[in-house]
T-cell receptor, first 111, second 113 residues
Framework: GESVGLHLPTLSVQEGDNSIINCAYS??????FIWYKQESGKGPQFIID?????DKRQGQRVTVLLNKTVKHLSLQIAATQPGDSAVYFC??????????FGAGTRLFVKA | NAGVTQTPKFQVLKTGQSMTLQCAQD?????MYWYRQDPGMGLRLIYY???????DKGEVPNGYNVSRLNKREFSLRLESAAPSQTSVYFC????????????FGQGTRLTVV
């Protein structure tokens, strides 16, 4: 069935360090894999996506890696800041229109 | 530019009552979505509308109905609310095609007692 899950429910990092958030997915047919950030009391906000035919994509301070062999997705945040504290969701798009979310990882940034 | 607007922000219902959650977007997006988010959980897709005039079931459609009133508006109706429907409901829209970015509203916190 379609499912997207996460390895670590909570991640605590020191300000300035790099963060790595991991995700496992099960649907090999998804066209895109996406990362969203959700701050407390708000709706999710798009961070970055990666097409299924790519291995790596970089944005501003973020990098997404896709390993299709082991069905693994990761989000790397460089020089983590207090404003990065949030819940991060991976998601996938099986069949184009639908976006299916995983359970989320909470990131704590210690000052 | 308001983006995605949901009303109401908070609602308490008694078991068996009905209500409609409203959602409107001003970005001329084709696709719209309704999700629910339970505490400590991810978002689960209830229904979506790929384009004006079409609606489809998502992961958890039971107990809900939707209407894509026009391109801007997509409403979610609970005909007979149950405590299991206590959740935060998010509406989202997306232009689709190669663009995967979905824009979310602020959410509606619904409690069914």
């Amino acid at each position: 069935g379609e499912s997207v899950g996460l390895h670590l429910p909570t991640l605590s990092v020191q300000e300035g360090d790099n963060s790595i958030i991991n995700c496992a997915y099960s649907n090999s047919a998804s066209d895109y894999f996406i990362w969203y950030k959700q701050e407390s009391g708000k709706g999710p906000q798009f961070i970055i996506d990666i097409r299924s035919n790519m291995d790596k994509r970089q944005g501003q301070r973020v990098t997404v890696l896709l390993n299709k062999t082991v069905k693994h997705l990761s989000l790397q945040i460089a020089a983590t800041q207090p404003g990065d504290s949030a819940v991060y969701f991976c998601a996938e798009t099986p069949g184009g229109f639908k976006t299916i979310f995983g359970a989320g990882t909470r990131l704590f940034v210690k000052a | 530019n308001a983006g995605v607007t949901q009303t109401p922000k908070f609602q308490v219902l008694k078991t068996g009552q009905s209500m409609t959650l409203q959602c409107a977007q001003d970005m001329n997006h084709n696709s719209m979505y309704w999700y629910r988010q339970d505490p400590g959980m991810g978002l689960r897709l209830i229904y979506y509308s790929a384009s004006e005039g079409t609606t489809d079931k998502g992961e958890v459609p039971n107990g809900y109905n939707v209407s894509r009133l026009n391109k801007r508006e997509f409403s979610l109706r609970l005909e007979s609310a149950a405590p299991s429907q206590t959740s935060v409901y998010f509406c989202a829209s997306r232009s689709t095609g190669l663009n995967t970015e979905a824009f979310f509203g602020q959410g509606t916190r619904l409690t069914v007692v």
